[in-house]
């Protein structure tokens, strides 16, 4: 995702692309849902076969973490299922504010009580999320769970579009911040016993340190693990799977025990490490429902360490 705009000034690309948005979504909420499914995979498999850049690149990521266990025709239908699924998403994004008219139909959820429990330690929750499954759906589902949720987010290029997304966001009263600039934000949130949603799973920048990801060294985000060592706030990964049937349930894992040598160094990686691996188990499960289309393994530049 790229940067929002830097400044006010008027976009007029941007601001057709977002009335083109909003026309589909009047659209598409006169559609059935399962219609809207079945568009979404005949979208998702057109720019499949037509956006041959993203596509070569989302095999080639898939060939890395998978290339040892499956063979070219498996890579392809993983990646094939992949565009079906991102394109799905979208569609749904839009339609959020008519589905929560009944949002049940569409989202369960098994174990919310992991981090209502978690909350009783008075530390704060950490939800480490990410590009698995229809993220934005379950992030409008722990605010109607109740949960006392702040959002870490990148902004879109196209600002109308991000405003609209907060706008979804905060129909059920998830708090938006930006991922920059933000670190007394969060703790403070941490420490008033909130929850904070953190993606985890794209390359951070010079930001990050380097641990395996899939076998193969990969820029990774610190943030989680400085965060949960300053504060005592428990790390829960909740993973959102699409069903065979086009709905969606979301599973809450239990909180991922931390290593705690006094090291932080050796700590900050080695939690680090555990997180990536919860993803991976999640990924090899439904590795067509992640977000394969970015470059997640950049060759280290520099030797990058964790901060104490």
């Known amino acids: ?86 394109a799905k998403v979208y569609l749904e994004v839009i339609r959020i504010p008519h589905m929560l008219k009944d949002f049940t139909r569409y989202v369960t959820i098994e174990r919310d009580d992991i981090t209502w429990k978690a909350l009783q330690n008075k530390n704060g929750v950490i939800l480490l999320v990410s590009h698995y499954g229809n993220w934005e759906l379950m992030a409008v589902m722990a605010g109607i769970i109740g949960y006392p949720i702040y959002a870490v987010a990148r902004p879109f290029k196209n600002r109308y579009i991000y405003n609209r997304l907060l706008k979804n966001r905060e129909l059920t009263g998830l708090i938006s911040l930006k991922n920059r600039g933000i670190a007394k934000e969060i703790l403070g949130a941490l420490r008033a016993n909130r929850v904070v949603a953190i993606v985890f799973d794209q390359y951070p920048g010079r930001t990050g340190i380097v641990v395996p990801f899939f076998g193969r060294d990969a820029y990774t985000t610190d943030a989680v693990a400085q965060l949960a060592s300053r504060t005592g706030a428990a ?68 030797s990058a360490e964790c901060k104490k």
Not at 53 to 68: C, E, H, M, S, V
Not at 235 to 251: C, E, L, M, N, S
């Open 1 to 86: 995702m790229a940067k929002q705009e830097s400044s006010d000034s008027f976009n007029i690309i941007h601001y057709i692309v977002y009335l083109a948005v909003i026309t589909l979504n009047g659209f598409f909420n006169l559609l059935p849902y399962r219609w809207v499914q079945s568009i979404g995979t005949l979208l998702g498999r057109a720019i499949y076969y037509l956006h041959i850049p993203r596509r070569k690149l989302t095999i080639d990521n898939i060939r890395q973490a998978f290339g040892a266990e499956k063979n070219e025709k498996e890579l392809c239908a993983i990646a094939r299922g992949s565009f079906e699924n991102m």
């Open 235 to 302: 790390v829960i990964a909740p993973f959102i799977t699409r069903q065979p049937d086009g709905t969606h349930k979301i599973y809450v894992e239990s909180p991922i025990e931390l290593v705690n040598t006094g090291d932080p160094k050796s700590d900050c990686r080695a939690n680090t490490i555990l997180f990536n691996q919860m993803l991976e188990k999640w990924i090899s499960r439904h590795p067509d429902q992640w977000f394969w289309f970015h470059k997640r393994w950049k060759k280290p530049r520099f």
